[in-house]
T-cell receptor, first 111, second 119 residues
């Protein structure tokens, strides 16, 4: 069974600053992937970034980067230079089987 | 269409009635997932399909819930004798590949959801 834990129900950040959203997971599968999705108040789910368990380097996608620490089973999302439009719910998701979602973190960016 | 399509987008029904929610995935996507999301909450897994088979139905809340997928394409989620606690947004997603080694091919593409309100 897989488990995803996002320990931060809510986070606040000042515009233009960086923020880290935590995600830890628990899986016995040797091969897996991790996704981060963003869900703004409009409700749509937006893909942000993907990390494969065998990837040698941490994933980056524009202002998003993933701090992947395999031994610690953590896959924290780092958003650099936060923008007001980054305010949303963020989900960490394992990629295998039923695709387990974390509880989500609500990020609020202040001007 | 190019994306995942769900219908109806909104459904208001009376307690005890049956409802059907439809999901039309992206053409060629082998994996299809149903989730449920209550207001301000995370996503609750319901069921997923690999092709037409559903290896994991463990998320279905009760025997009032059922789902099928035909032709490896369209899926229908049926809720019988609806209860007020069934009120939520039901999200469908599809992905090109199912297996973890598919990498980015495992990316989920979501529909806009079906908002169900049971009075």
């Amino acid at each position: 069974a897989q488990k995803i834990t996002q320990t931060q129900p809510g986070m606040f950040v000042q515009e233009k600053e960086a923020v880290t959203l935590d995600c830890t997971y628990d899986t016995s599968d040797p091969s897996y992937g991790l996704f981060w999705y963003k869900q703004p108040s409009s409700g749509e789910m937006i893909f942000l970034i993907y990390q494969g368990s065998y990837d040698q380097q941490n994933a980056t996608e524009g202002r998003y980067s993933l701090n992947f620490q395999k031994a610690r089973k953590s896959a924290n999302l780092v958003i650099s230079a936060s923008q007001l439009g980054d305010s949303a719910m963020y989900f960490c998701v394992t990629s295998y089987g039923k695709l387990t979602f974390g509880q989500g973190t609500i990020l609020t960016v202040h001007p | 269409g190019a994306g995942v399509s769900q219908s109806p987008s909104n459904k208001v029904t009376e307690k005890g009635k049956d409802v059907e929610l439809r999901c039309d995935p992206i053409s060629g996507h082998t994996a299809l997932y149903w989730y449920r999301q209550s207001l301000g909450q995370g996503l609750e897994f319901l069921i997923y399909f690999q092709g037409n088979s559903a290896p994991d139905k463990s998320g279905l809340p009760s025997d009032r819930f059922s789902a099928e997928r035909t032709g490896g394409s369209v899926s229908t989620l049926t809720i019988q004798r609806t209860q007020q606690e069934d009120s939520a947004v039901y999200l469908c997603a599809s992905s090109l590949l199912f297996r973890a080694s598919g990498g980015r091919a495992g990316e989920l593409f979501f529909g806009e959801g079906s908002r169900l309100t049971v009075l």
